[in-house]
């Protein structure tokens, strides 16, 4: 006991000296509490990547995490700093590294039936030559010649996941498409498809970014046998999967197709986006809003910029526009 609690004792009961110590106890945690209040109020918190998605309902691409402006770059070999992310209604998976976009893929994703997992995933490895077992799903009881459970190794023409899959957990692939055709529709059972040397592109950026431990000699084997070839990345890559079908990108509106039916592409969801991006909607008519949701089909997409929405002339400004950019899969 110290001496003023000595003193303290020697003049009040029990109860008022745990009274006393108790306060003091308290003045201490008050000033500690308000002192890492402080430290965390007037410190500036790091602000995410402009493509690291917060929402799983908003695009990667929109000006809300870009700023207005997608910063693009050439891969740099060794920077292991690299994210994946698709916008499903949109068809487009990127490859971004330090925050810039390196690549970008168009791809096919869950039938409307068998969708693609909407949030946050991780590719923890790279498979060449996977075998498939094929999962006790209503759809696998309904083929031919194929039974849950067994394995079907590579070379075995009922295997659908082609030379290559990355798994992102819980049996969700990307994986290399049955066709090019594959690229801009509903067609597998919840996973990613890649037509083949996009995939391959894809595969050996991620493994050069971040210094994987296999040789090309071992790659360019797997791609010409059907040997299984597995590479573990030393830390996952995050891989960002969201559906925005109304996306403020570099000063334009673009409407892509509801591909899920899920309600999005409405008039009060269309002012939602664009005032939430600062544009002034007052122009814009339910009746007008409805007509550019019309014109969206699942292989186009409508676009109209922001000052044309200002002026009132979406209808004489905006564009139809292909989904898929015509000659390749590939941006």
């Known amino acids: 006991m110290s001496a003023n ?3 303290i004792a020697s003049a009040c009961p029990a109860p008022l000296i745990i009274l006393a110590r108790l306060v003091a106890i308290s003045s201490v945690l008050l000033v500690a509490g308000l002192t890492a209040f402080a430290q965390e109020t007037l410190s ?45 209604p949109s068809f487009r998976l990127t490859l971004w590294q330090n925050g810039k976009e390196v690549k970008s893929y168009y791809v096919g994703v869950g039938m409307k039936a068998h969708p693609i997992y909407i949030g946050s995933r991780e590719a923890t490895e790279i498979i060449w030559n996977p075998a498939w077992i094929p999962p006790p799903s209503d759809w696998v009881l309904e ?69 994987a431990p296999v040789s090309r000699k071992r790659i ?22 969201n559906y925005d079908t109304l996306v403020v990108e570099g000063g334009a509106l673009h409407i892509y197709a509801d591909v899920y039916d899920r309600g999005t592409n409405r008039p009060a969801r ?9 544009i002034d909607d007052s122009h814009l008519t339910d009746a007008v809003i409805k007509r550019m ?24 400004d905006g564009r139809v526009l292909p989904l898929i950019p015509r000659k390749s899969g590939k941006q």
Request: with cysteine; glycine share 6%; hydrophobic share 35%.
């Open 5 to 7: 609690e000595r003193q």
């Open 44 to 88: 500036p918190s790091p602000s995410p990547s402009p493509q690291v998605v917060t929402n799983k309902n908003e695009s990667e691409r929109s000006d809300k995490l870009t700023g207005g402006t997608i910063e693009t770059a050439e891969f740099v070999p060794g920077e292991p700093d690299i994210r994946l992310t698709l916008n499903v």
């Open 143 to 211: 083929m031919k010649g194929v039974t849950p459970g067994e394995i079907i190794k590579a070379s075995d023409p009922r295997n659908p996941l082609g030379k290559m899959k990355i798994p992102l957990g819980d049996r969700y692939l990307i994986h290399q498409a049955a066709k090019l055709s594959d690229v801009g529709h509903l067609v597998s059972h919840g996973c990613v498809r890649v037509p083949r040397p996009q995939l391959y592109e894809l595969a050996e950026t991620i493994i050069a970014a971040r210094n």
């Open 220 to 241: 360019e084997a797997a791609k010409r046998g059907s040997k299984m070839l597995v590479v573990r990345l030393d830390q996952p890559v995050p891989v960002d999967i």
């Open 270 to 278: 269309v002012r939602e986006e664009l005032q939430s991006s600062g």
């Open 293 to 316: 949701l019309r014109k969206v089909t699942r292989a186009t997409q409508f676009v109209v910029d922001k000052s044309s929405i200002e002026q009132g002339r979406v209808l004489e």
